[in-house]
Every structure is written in structure tokens, then in C-alpha cells.
């Protein structure tokens, strides 16, 4: 009688293994269903309740935060498989995140109470105007023409106070520009349709509108002469947040290291690339002028309309040495759908060396250009430096990182540049290793780019860390690394004005290394062959890179997980 339970059990364990590696298995979890009806309401959330900074959008996200962390926590966490698991870990820290993020906005708005009295009523307009009664139009009137004046008398007391923070005065800004959200959703619903609003508003509302402007470029002016604002001769302005925010930053994505810690990193990889450099160099007959070695290199640049073609070449090239190699799968219709733009002037000013993903953005000179900035960008887009980033770019770097995020486990949203930016310079690593480049002119193109992603690390930390200025971050660039002046302005102004997060620039390096020590454990040890390793992280979508290796190696990680993962040594 005994032997039948037992059977049954057994019965039952092997289901739930044959079920954990079934297809269906491989594209959901036991998280993904909340994660899934997550997203979808706070979508419906953020189009409903579209004003930004408002009270009553910041109390609506709170509650929705609040009632899927009691979901999640109910979940029977010590039976959860490892991919599970870092669902579980990775959906929670966002939750608690974004719940800490919103008590921040709440307590910044309270601190700015004195500075939009007349926030309620413009709010109270834009809530009333949702499901389209007739509003009474002459008070609406009278109550613009007293906001306006507010403004005003405002301003005034604004111009000359001194102590506002950086921070509050980043958050006023957004909710002026709230205000101005929320003022054109009445306006452009009732102006021209209803009769009483097209009399009594039109004036006030166009004062209000104009006033509710001047009030927005006031603010910016304060962030101008806030301390940390202020332009160093660069014309780049940013905002450090700090060492202590860092290393919360570093411990969301589960990077157990200081930034001083990192700083040493980096220049123990640096001193690594000096080596390399100058073999290199020596190689090239130019002794231990690497700078020279450097400016060679720089000027094999292409003619004018001949960058396409080379870029193909070197695709080409780059593609074949990966299947060669049996590196990774590349699916046939991810070689046949990635396609080319050329980068406008604009965008070049922040991104002055080509992009990628499944459209390769190509930087180089217009004819509207200054001579000398058309001759920093085809030197700074040479063949030899591009060598180094086509596959970065494209295969098996960003593109397809892309493609296969679109088709293995779409419902993980945990982006993260450790992950993005990591794997793509981790393939920059691997391709060195395996003899990609073919001269010491390739080399010297490869190390650039590595010298780089060093500096990257070492400008960002201090520069957040309040040590270096905007200015100080070109210079090094230009001196360490080896940059053209334009192209390092426009990498610090990318870095610290361009929308990325703060650990962005820092996430390339140690990111990579996080996926090389990897791979030293499960392929130079002979537990995966490079497909199956590669394979793998393309299969799970973007996380931090520690979670990455919870999965493949199949750990079952704590609930309340913490950075522990040391990745160099």
C-alpha cells in the first residue's frame, strides 16, 4: 500500500520536470502573469491619469504599487524554479523601487507647496474636463486671470531665493510642466466646441498659458545657478547625484562594489590596454609613441560616401568569423532585416560615432558641416576603430540582442545597460581573444575602443562623485584616451545630458566583465561549448548580469537577495 503514494510521488516530481523544460515553460513563469497584468494597468494608469507630478496620478500609482506587492508576496517563493525566482527578486525590486520613487515625488511636491497655491484648481480643471460636461466658463475665466497674477507676484519672490535645492528645483520644473499638460488638455477639448468657453477663455487662458511659460524658463534658470548647474566653459551641465546614491544604484543592479572600487577596476583594465597599445605600436615602427600609432590609424579613414560600403565589409567579415568559430546562432532572418540610416548632424553633436541595433546609424560628415568637425568625424570613424564595434553594433552585439528579446521571454521588462551595453562590449573582449583583429592597426582600433570603455568608468564616477567637472571629463578623454576633441565633447555631453541613467557609462566595462568571468566558469571549464553559453543568455532577455548566471547555472537564490556576486579578480 505504501509503494503507491511513493509512486505517485514520483509520478508528479518528473511531470514538474518535463514541464519545466517544455517550450511553453521556456517563454513564462509563474511571475509572468502578474508582471503581464502589471504593466497593462499602469499603462492604463499613466494614459488616464496623464499629468505628471499630480497628486491625484502619484496616489492612483501608490495603490496600484501597494496591491501588487501583496500579490507577489503570496506567492509560494521556496517552490518557484531558479528562472522563477529571478523573476520574483527582479519584479519585486522594481515594485519597491518605483514605491520609493513615488514617496520621493511626494515629499518634493509637499516641500514646493508654497510655490503653486493655485495647483488644485488647475488640476481640478483638467479632472472635471475627462468626461466632457460644460463647465462654467466665466468662473473658469476669473480663476485663470487670479493664477495669472499669482504667477507674477510669484516670480518675483522666486528671482531672489537662494536656497532652493537642486533637486526641488528639478522636481518644480516637472510640475509646471504639468501644468502646462494639463491647461492644453482643457483647452484643446472645450476651445472652438463649446460657445461659452470659446467667449470667456480664449484671453485668459492665452495670458495664463503665457505666464505659466516664463514660469517654466524661471525655473531652468535656477537650475543654471544651482550649485552643480553652473556651466564649467564646456557648456555641458549636469547634476551629480552623489556617492551615496551610486552605490544604492550599484545595488539595484546587484553589483556588490564601491565606486572607488570601480575606479580601480578600470585602471587595472587601463593598464592592461597600455600594454597591449604598445606592442601595437611598436609593431607599426612607431616605438612607444602610441599617440602616434594612434593618429596613423585615424587617417585611413574613407572618402566621403564610401562609409556604408565599408561598414558592410567589415559586417561582413565580422559575421563569417562567428560562424566559423560556431560562436552562437544567428538566426537567418535577424542577418535579413537589420538595415541602415545615415545620422543627422544634430544627433551626431551627442552621438559622434555610429549606433546600432536592428538599424545601424551611420555617423559621418554632411556637407553642411564645418571642415575641421567633417574631418574629426571621418577620422573618428575609421575602418580600423569600426572594426572593433560593427559586431557591437550588429551581430552578435545589440541587434541581436534585440531580435531575440523580441522572441525569448518577452514579458521580463528588467532593462538594464549592465545587460545591454555589457554584452556587447563582452563580445568586443571575446573577439580579441580569438584573433579578430588582423594587423596591429586592428589592434590599435580595438584598444581604442576598450581604452574607452575604461575612461568611461573612471570620468562618470568622478564626475557624479562631484571630483571632476564637464571639462576636466574632455580632457581626459582627448588625453588618456586619445579622442578627437569634438567627438569627446559629445561623448561627455551624451553621458550627462543626454537621457542616460548614471551608471550607464560605467555599465559597458563592467558589464562585459561580468559576462567574461562567466564564461570562464561555464566554457573555459568545459561545462558549455561558446553556442551553448551564448545561446543561453540570449534566451533569458535583458536583467542584471548576476541574475543571468542565477538561471544558467541554476541557483536557487534568496528571497531577499543582495549584491554578492565578486566578478573580478
Not at 532585416?337 to 545601424?360: A, D, H, S
Not at 548614471?502 to 561580468?514: N, T
Not at 559576462?515 to 543568455?537: C, I, N, R, W
Request: charged share 25%; aromatic share 12%.
Amino acid at each position: 500500500m505504501r509503494k503507491i503514494p511513493i509512486l505517485i510521488l514520483c509520478m508528479v516530481l518528473e511531470a514538474m520536470r518535463s514541464n519545466a523544460q517544455s517550450p511553453l515553460y521556456q517563454q513564462t513563469s509563474e511571475v509572468n502573469n502578474l508582471m503581464a497584468r502589471y504593466e497593462a494597468d499602469r499603462g492604463s494608469i499613466h494614459r488616464f491619469y496623464f499629468v505628471e507630478n499630480s497628486p491625484e496620478r502619484r496616489n492612483r500609482l501608490m495603490t496600484l504599487v501597494s496591491d501588487y506587492l501583496k500579490q507577489v508576496q503570496q506567492l509560494k517563493y521556496e517552490d518557484l524554479p531558479a528562472g522563477s525566482r529571478v523573476d520574483y527578486v527582479l519584479f519585486k525590486r522594481n515594485l519597491d523601487e518605483q514605491q520609493r520613487v513615488l514617496n520621493v515625488e511626494k515629499k518634493e511636491y509637499e516641500q514646493l507647496n508654497t510655490w503653486f497655491p493655485f495647483a488644485a484648481t488647475i488640476y481640478e480643471m483638467e479632472k472635471y474636463r475627462r468626461r466632457g460636461p460644460q463647465p462654467d466658463a466665466q468662473q473658469w475665466a476669473a480663476q485663470m486671470k487670479e493664477i495669472t497674477i499669482s504667477i507674477g507676484k510669484l516670480s518675483k519672490s522666486l528671482e531672489k531665493d537662494s536656497a532652493i535645492t537642486i533637486n526641488l528645483i528639478r522636481r518644480a520644473q516637472g510640475v509646471v510642466k504639468g501644468f502646462q499638460t494639463a491647461l492644453k488638455s482643457v483647452n484643446d477639448f472645450y476651445s472652438g466646441y463649446d460657445p461659452a468657453y470659446t467667449w470667456w477663455l480664449p484671453d485668459p487662458f492665452k495670458k495664463l498659458d503665457t505666464a505659466i511659460a516664463a514660469y517654466a524658463q524661471l525655473w531652468q534658470q535656477k537650475a543654471k545657478s544651482a550649485p552643480g548647474g553652473k556651466d564649467d566653459g564646456s557648456g555641458i551641465i549636469g547634476y551629480p547625484i552623489g556617492k551615496e546614491e551610486i552605490i544604492r544604484q550599484l545595488q539595484l543592479e546587484f553589483i556588490p562594489y564601491t565606486p572607488e572600487e570601480l575606479i580601480d577596476i578600470a585602471n587595472k583594465e587601463f593598464a592592461w590596454c597600455d600594454a597591449e597599445m604598445l606592442k601595437a605600436t611598436q609593431e607599426m615602427g612607431l616605438g612607444k609613441d602610441w599617440k602616434a600609432a594612434l593618429e596613423k590609424v585615424k587617417n585611413t579613414y574613407v572618402a566621403p560616401g564610401k562609409q556604408p560600403g565599408a561598414i558592410m565589409k567589415l559586417y561582413d567579415e565580422s559575421v563569417a568569423f562567428l560562424k566559423k568559430n560556431n560562436l552562437l546562432t544567428i538566426p537567418p532572418m535577424a542577418e535579413e532585416t537589420w538595415r541602415m540610416i545615415m545620422m543627422t548632424p544634430e544627433r551626431q553633436l551627442v552621438n559622434p560615432f555610429f549606433t546600432g541595433g536592428e538599424v545601424l546609424s551611420i555617423s559621418y560628415p554632411t556637407n553642411t558641416m564645418e571642415e575641421d568637425d567633417k574631418m574629426m568625424s571621418m577620422r573618428g570613424n575609421n575602418p580600423h576603430f569600426s572594426r572593433a564595434t560593427v559586431h557591437h553594433e550588429l551581430i552578435a552585439g545589440h541587434h541581436l540582442q534585440g531580435f531575440m528579446n523580441n522572441r525569448y521571454k518577452v514579458y521580463r521588462n528588467f532593462d538594464t545597460p549592465f545587460w545591454i551595453e555589457g554584452w556587447a562590449l563582452y563580445w568586443e573582449m571575446l573577439l580579441w581573444d580569438l584573433k579578430f583583429p588582423q594587423s596591429p592597426e586592428d589592434r590599435v582600433g580595438m584598444l581604442f575602443w576598450r581604452m574607452h570603455r575604461c575612461a568611461r568608468i573612471i570620468f562618470s564616477l568622478n564626475y557624479h562623485l562631484g571630483k571632476w567637472t564637464p571639462q576636466q571629463c574632455i580632457d581626459f578623454l582627448v588625453d588618456r584616451v586619445g579622442h578627437e576633441r569634438a567627438n569627446a565633447e559629445g561623448e561627455v555631453r551624451r553621458s550627462f545630458v543626454g537621457g542616460y541613467s548614471p551608471l550607464y557609462q560605467l555599465a559597458y566595462m563592467i558589464g562585459g566583465l561580468q559576462f567574461y568571468t562567466m564564461k570562464k566558469e561555464l566554457v573555459d571549464s568545459g561545462k558549455m561549448t561558446y553556442a551553448q553559453y551564448h545561446d543561453a543568455v540570449l534566451h533569458e532577455n535583458s536583467m542584471p548580469v548576476s541574475m543571468v548566471r542565477a538561471i544558467i547555472t541554476n541557483q536557487r537564490i534568496a528571497k531577499d537577495y543582495k549584491a554578492e556576486w565578486k566578478f573580478y579578480r
